[in-house]
C-alpha cells in the first residue's frame, strides 16, 4: 500500500507559514489544523515538545494526515494539509526563526492547562520557548502578533497574557512595552472530542483511505471553535469551516468547561469503580448517568446561559457522549486532575455551599479523584504531592486542601467526600 503523501494523496503544494503552533498533538489536528485547512492560503509550522516520533512520521508524509471522523454512522476518512512544516521542540534556532518572520502572524497554543503554571524557572517550559521566541521577534522585525491559545481556561487569552507578563519582568522595559502594545491575546473555546488513536483505528482508516497513514487522528463530527480577540496581522478565513467570532467568551467558557468538561471529569473519576472503561460505557451506567444529570442540574442553577440553550447543549451532549463510533477513554480523560478540577467542579461546589447545598454529583467527582490518586497511576504535574496526599490519616482533606483551602476547612463536604470515596472503593 502507498504511503500517503502529497502526491499519492493529490494534494495541494504546502502553503506558506503564516502560523506557527505549539504543542502539535491529535487534539490540534482534529481541531485548529482542520479549521485552518479551509484557507489555502496558511500554512502551519507545527512544534512538539512531547511525541519526538512525530514529526518524524509527518514530515515523511510531507504534512499531510487523515482525520478519521466517527459517530453513529459509518466513519469517514479526510486527508487534511494544512501542515506546512513539523519540527521537534529542540530544533531551537527554526523555532526562533518562525517566530521572528514577519510573515508569521500567529501562534496557536495547546500545551493543556498545566502549563500556564508552570515555575518561575522557565527552562525547557512552553512558555519559556515562547517567551523566547516572542523576545527574537522584537529584536529583529518587531512585527506585531497574536497569540491564540486553546486549552481548556476560562479567559486562555488572559491566562497567557499574565503568565507571559510576570515572567517579562527581566527582559527589559523596552521588550515589556512592545508586548503590551504589538500582540494580541485573543481568548477562545475549543470543542471536539479526539480519543487516543488505537491499532485498529489506523487499520480501519488505511482501509478507507486506500493508502498508508502512519500518523491518523480519530474525532467526533462535531466541532466548535468560539473566538474573541484582535487579531493583528491578520488570520485564516476559520469561520468558512464553522468558527465563530464573538464579542464575549465569559457565557460560553462556563457552559462549556461546566457542562462538558465537568462531566468528562466527574465519569473519569468515578467510572473506572464502577466497570467503565470510556465515556459511552459510563454514560450509559444507570448511576453514573443519574450523577451526570444531578451535576448538569446543579451547574444550570448558577450558569449565565439561559435555559433553553443549555437544555438545548444538554441534549446535544447526551448524544456526543452516547455515541459508540468513539472509544474515549476514562484514563485519558483523568490526566492532570489538579488542573482540571478548579475550573470545572469547584466553581459550582463553591456556589452550592454558599446556599446551603450539597451536591452528590460534585461530592462523587472528589470521591473519585481521591479513589484515582490512590489506586491508579497518576498523571499530573503535582503526581508525587497528590499520591502521598490521598494516603494516610485525614486524606480526604489533606487531598482537597491542595485544590482549595476554603473547601478542605468544610468539616461536612470533607466527611461526604470519604464516605463516597469508600463507598466506590468498595464497588471496586
Known amino acids: 500500500m502507498a504511503r500517503l503523501d502529497r502526491t499519492s494523496a493529490r494534494a495541494r503544494p504546502a502553503a506558506p507559514v503564516r502560523a506557527v503552533h505549539l504543542g502539535l498533538g491529535a487534539f490540534h489536528r482534529a481541531h485548529q489544523a482542520v479549521y485552518t485547512a479551509a484557507d489555502p492560503d496558511w500554512g502551519i509550522a507545527a512544534y512538539t515538545f512531547r511525541n519526538t516520533e512525530l514529526p518524524g512520521l509527518l514530515t515523511e508524509q510531507e504534512g499531510l494526515y487523515s482525520v478519521q471522523v466517527r459517530g453513529d454512522t459509518a466513519p469517514r476518512v479526510e486527508i487534511v494539509d494544512s501542515i506546512s512544516r513539523v519540527h521537534r521542540g529542540d530544533d531551537t534556532e527554526r523555532w526562533l526563526a518562525d517566530l521572528a ?6 501562534v496557536t497554543l495547546t500545551i493543556t492547562e498545566a502549563a500556564y503554571r508552570a515555575p518561575d524557572d522557565l527552562a525547557g517550559t512552553a512558555l519559556g520557548r515562547l517567551l523566547a521566541g516572542l523576545r527574537r521577534r522584537y529584536e529583529t522585525s518587531r512585527a506585531p502578533l497574536s497569540l491564540v491559545p486553546c486549552d481548556n481556561l476560562p479567559g486562555n487569552g488572559a491566562a497567557l497574557r499574565s503568565a507571559l507578563r510576570s515572567r517579562a519582568q527581566r527582559c527589559g522595559a523596552e521588550f515589556r512595552a512592545w508586548l503590551d502594545e504589538q500582540v494580541s491575546f485573543v481568548d477562545t473555546v475549543v470543542d471536539r472530542i479526539t480519543p487516543a488513536t488505537t491499532e485498529q483505528d489506523r487499520t480501519t482508516t488505511a482501509r478507507l ?38 464579542d464575549d467568551l465569559d457565557a460560553y467558557e462556563q457552559r462549556k468547561l461546566w457542562f462538558l468538561n465537568g462531566a468528562h471529569s466527574l465519569l473519569a473519576y468515578t467510572g473506572p469503580a464502577l466497570g467503565c472503561g470510556t465515556i459511552d460505557e459510563a454514560v450509559r451506567h444507570p448511576r453514573l448517568s443519574e450523577w451526570v444529570e444531578s451535576w448538569w442540574d446543579a451547574a444550570a442553577r448558577h450558569a449565565t446561559l439561559g435555559p433553553d440553550d443549555l437544555l438545548e447543549y444538554r441534549r446535544r451532549l447526551r448524544r456526543r457522549f452516547a455515541s459508540r463510533g468513539l472509544r474515549h477513554h476514562l ?98
Open 209 to 246: 483511505l486506500g493508502l498508508e497513514d502512519r500518523a491518523p487522528v480519530v474525532t467526533e463530527p462535531f466541532g466548535e471553535w468560539l473566538l474573541a480577540g484582535e487579531f493583528r496581522l491578520g488570520r485564516p478565513a476559520w469561520e468558512r469551516a464553522g468558527a465563530r467570532f464573538v
Open 101 to 106: 518572520s514577519p510573515e508569521v502572524a500567529l
Open 331 to 428: 484514563r485519558q480523560i483523568a490526566a492532570d486532575g489538579s488542573q482540571k478540577l478548579p475550573a470545572r467542579i469547584l466553581p459550582v461546589l463553591r456556589a452550592e455551599r454558599r446556599r446551603g447545598r450539597l451536591p452528590g454529583s460534585a461530592v462523587a467527582a472528589l470521591a473519585g479523584w481521591l479513589l484515582h490518586l490512590r489506586t491508579h497511576q497518576v498523571r499530573d504535574p503535582r503526581a508525587e504531592e497528590l499520591t502521598a496526599l490521598a494516603h494516610g490519616p485525614d486524606a480526604p482533606r489533606r487531598a482537597l486542601a491542595a485544590l482549595d483551602e476554603e473547601l478542605a476547612a468544610d468539616d461536612e463536604l470533607v466527611a461526604a467526600v470519604e464516605d463516597r470515596a469508600r463507598e466506590l472503593g468498595a464497588a471496586r
